[in-house]
């Protein structure tokens, strides 16, 4: 059974988040991982009370396993790769849901 996460982002700066994706691609591939879905929105309608994160790029990230997720998330040169780029091309980042799929 492999698992999925939706997120939703509030991306800056688009030049600088496309190298992000194209940096941690190796990466995640490594963690047997891939996107799924991948959108710019224009207006979000709905949101939880207790989110006021503007969003306007949501998708899906998938890996073979829950364990692989984890791991890449953790990965010592995946948060190089984050720290580089991600940091200062998303103002802020909603992970929506995540299950089993």
């Given at each position: 059974m492999s698992y999925e996460i939706l997120v939703g982002l509030h991306v800056l700066d688009d030049l600088k988040y496309e190298n992000y994706r194209?940096?941690?691609k190796p990466i995640l591939t490594d963690y047997?991982?891939?996107f799924g879905y991948d959108f710019?929105?224009?207006e979000v309608l709905i949101s939880p009370a207790n989110n006021d994160s503007d969003i306007n790029r949501v998708f899906?990230?998938?890996?073979s396993s829950?364990?692989?997720m984890e791991g890449f998330?953790?990965?010592a040169q995946y948060l190089v790769v984050k720290e580089r780029y991600f940091v200062?091309?998303?103002g802020s980042a909603t992970i929506i849901a995540s299950y089993e799929k």
């Open positions: 194209k940096a941690m047997q991982g891939s710019t929105v224009s899906t990230i998938n890996f829950k364990n692989k998330f953790s990965d200062e091309s998303v």
